[in-house]
């Protein structure tokens, strides 16, 4: 049973800079969701696919945020002009339509 | 918008001591309840869940947690703990029939004392 993969584990970019994480969530899960969690707090939702089709987005995903799962299988989120602010570990899961996510070890993010 | 609130953000606790975490949630409807845990420098793992039936859910490790709706909450228990349960625990909730996105609570981080 190979789980949920995130790549990389860990980033270090400059502010200005563009990053991209990819997931690979479990075969044969439909959904797959993006969360960003920060020091002291749980995971927070950023959005959400079922197969292809991106079907929520937080609100807390600016403009600079875009996610993509071509095929319905891997999925890759991109933040442009990285900020400060953007220091978090980006959790990715996966789910067979509506059931327990599972969750992958995460890409934390720190933005100089 | 539901929400989780988990009271204890801190817990030390001695080897064999007895644990109950809290978790009260916001949510009018029928709502899916989980657990999860956070070992340190591993992802997030499910450690139970409720959906229906019998509110006294067990899960892995000798965990369990009761579901007492009239009270909006899902405390999490387990009668004696170890070193090897010192880590994060997350409260989270969704609600069945629309997009199942779970709302985590903030966590409890638990360190167990040899």
């Known amino acids: 049973d190979t789980g949920v993969s995130q790549d990389p584990r860990h980033k270090i970019t400059k502010r200005g800079q563009n990053v991209t994480f990819r997931c690979d969530p479990i075969s044969e899960h439909n959904r797959l969701y993006w969360y960003r969690q920060t020091l002291g707090q749980g995971p927070e939702f950023l959005t959400y696919f079922q197969n292809e089709a991106q079907l929520e987005k937080s609100r807390l995903l600016s403009d600079r945020f875009s996610a993509e799962r071509p095929k319905g299988s891997f999925s890759t989120l991109e933040i442009q002009r990285t900020e400060q602010g953007d220091s978090a570990m980006y959790l990715c899961?996966?789910?067979?339509?509506?059931?327990?996510?599972?969750f992958g070890p995460g890409t934390r993010l720190t933005v100089l | 918008a539901q929400s989780v609130s988990q009271h204890n953000h801190h817990v030390i606790l001695s080897e064999a001591a007895s644990l109950e975490l809290g978790c009260n949630y916001s949510y009018g409807g029928t709502v899916n309840l989980f657990w999860y845990v956070q070992y340190p420098g591993q992802h997030l793992q499910l450690l139970l869940k409720?959906?229906?039936?019998?509110?006294l859910v067990k899960g892995i490790k000798g965990f369990e947690a009761e579901f007492i709706k009239s009270k909006f909450s899902f405390n999490l228990r387990k009668p004696s703990v170890q070193w090897s349960d010192t880590a994060e625990y997350f409260c989270a909730v969704n609600a069945p029939g629309g997009s199942y996105i779970p709302t985590f609570g903030r966590g409890t981080s638990l360190i167990v004392h040899p």
């Open positions: 899961a996966s789910s067979h339509r509506t059931d327990t996510q599972y």
């Open positions: 409720y959906f229906s039936g019998d509110p």
